[in-house]
């Protein structure tokens, strides 16, 4: 069973920076491409970033280009995403998702960690 | 970017039908994928490729796609059926996923 298990949020002041984590395991995560999605509070899904299976490719939302950067270690079966110069907009549920290896939807999500961008 | 268009909400009565709907330009080109979000919870996959489902999820959810609107339907409706419901798209220009705003589906 796929197993994803997001860590790191919390409240941050505007400017400030956050790593977050995902933990996967009930699959071979080495081979299959990783993304993060956001929901603000009350709103919808926004996809935020993905990462090709080794990590020599990423891509990033127009929103959060040149601020947020995600990585993963194959070798821990880990999911990164390091946010600097955060902004209240950044302020969401952060989920780490799966997607199908050969269709394009999301298959696997984690329950996701908070972000909280304020002063 | 692409955009992809919902009803912010639907109202059905238990045991009838639900029909959420997602617009899109020649939305019928591309394969449409449809998630149930229970309040609280992670999403959940439940139509890919515009109407197969994963295993595990009931034949009352079914889904078409055809010109510029897809469509979700759930038929013989429950109250553990309310739930927001998403659609998703692969935008083949900026070669990243989209998704539609969501729709609140409401059991009277």
């Known amino acids: 069973e796929v197993q994803l298990v997001e860590s790191g949020g919390g409240l941050v002041q505007p400017g400030g920076s956050l790593r977050l984590s995902c933990a996967a395991s009930?699959?071979?995560?080495?081979?299959?491409?990783m993304h993060w999605v956001r929901q603000a509070p009350q709103k919808g899904l926004i996809w935020v970033s993905r990462i090709n299976v080794d990590g020599s490719s990423t891509t990033y939302a127009d929103s959060v280009r040149g601020r947020f950067t995600i990585s993963r270690d194959n070798s821990k079966s880990m999911l990164y995403l390091e946010m600097n110069s955060l902004r209240a907009e950044d302020t969401a549920l952060y989920y780490c998702?799966?997607?199908?290896?050969?269709?394009?939807?999301?298959?696997?999500w984690g329950q996701g960690t908070m972000v909280t961008v304020a002063s | 970017s692409y955009a992809l268009t919902q009803p912010p909400s639907v109202s059905v009565a238990p045991g009838e039908t639900a029909r959420i709907t997602c617009e899109g330009t020649?939305?019928?080109?591309?394969?449409v994928h449809w998630y149930q979000q229970k309040s609280g919870q992670a999403p959940v996959l439940v139509v890919h490729?515009?109407?197969a489902r994963p295993s595990g999820i009931p034949e009352r959810f079914s889904g078409s796609n055809s010109g510029n609107t897809a469509a979700l339907t759930i038929s013989r409706v429950a109250a553990g059926d309310e739930a927001d419901y998403y659609c998703?798209?692969?935008?083949?220009?900026?070669?990243?996923?989209?998704f539609g705003g969501g729709t609140k589906l409401t059991v009277l």
């Open positions: 020649n939305i019928g080109s591309k394969s």
């Open positions: 998703q798209v692969w935008d083949s220009n900026t070669d990243h996923p989209v």
């Open positions: 490729d515009d109407s």
């Open positions: 009930g699959f071979t995560f080495s081979s299959y491409w």
């Open positions: 998702a799966k997607v199908h290896v050969a269709r394009g939807d999301f298959d696997g």
